[in-house]
């Protein structure tokens, strides 16, 4: 799994360096305390994950993220604990405190791993062939059928999936959730909501209708095209 640390202090990159090098899997191509270098990098030679700092000059760790046209993986590091619903709300992996622990750090690289062999399983759940998938709801394992889904709503760590006459709660966050789910199915409409797109029976430009229900449209998703 290849990654890259951006932090505008040296010593902050040389505690993710010295981690890194006890994960066997992890592989840290590069550090950087200039974010637009780590830019440039990852235009030539895309990772899988990134280690980000929030707070640097000129460009945030927030702002970075968002201006990736292509999102690897993201583990956010900070000194301050009070971004983390934000960094949550852009579908980062993970929110590392600092100073953080080995254990810690470890942690975060073993959900990233997770994840990463989740997306490259050739006949993994989310295989639009096998037209469903398993969730786990409590102590249970439903299967759900793609067709049956008319969308799903994000709750914190936790994604509802609404199907018609029945709802289930899973706990996935929403970047685990697109993970599962086929894209010629599937369109994420708003940060908190997923749509089944043949279910959509009207589409406003704030807003669109699924089965008498409204659901909001958000202009940061380009959606139009997808129906």
């Known amino acids: 799994m290849k990654a890259i640390a951006i932090d505008d202090e040296p010593l ?3 505690v993710i360096r010295s981690h890194a090098e006890k994960v066997s899997f992890l592989q840290l191509e590069d550090c950087f305390t200039n974010a637009f270098e780590a830019l440039e990098f990852l235009h030539e030679q895309p990772v899988d994950l990134i280690f980000l700092d929030i707070k640097m000059p000129d460009i945030s760790g927030l702002e970075f993220m968002e201006a990736l046209a292509v999102k690897p993986m993201v583990v956010f590091t900070t000194a301050y604990s009070e971004h983390a619903v934000r960094s949550y709300e852009l579908d980062a992996l993970d929110y590392l405190l600092k100073p953080f622990s080995m254990p810690r750090f470890l942690k ?9 062999e989740l997306k490259s399983a050739p006949s993994g759940p989310g295989n639009p062939e096998a037209g469903y998938i398993f969730l786990k709801s409590g102590s249970e394992k439903i299967k759900v059928h793609f067709k049956d889904v008319l969308y799903i709503e994000a709750a914190g760590n936790y994604m509802t999936f609404v199907l018609t006459g029945q709802r289930i709660l899973s706990r ?3 970047q685990e959730t697109l993970d599962l789910l086929p894209e010629e199915l599937f369109a994420r409409i708003h940060r908190s909501y997923i ?6 029976d009207k589409l406003e430009r704030h807003q669109l209708h699924i089965n008498g229900q409204t659901l909001p449209l958000s202009r940061v998703y380009a959606v139009s095209d997808e129906f």
Do not use: D, I, S, Y
């Open 12 to 14: 902050a990159l040389e």
């Open 108 to 116: 975060a690289c073993n959900k990233a791993k997770e994840r990463l």
């Open 172 to 174: 996935l966050t929403m």
């Open 195 to 200: 749509v089944a797109k043949g279910k959509v």
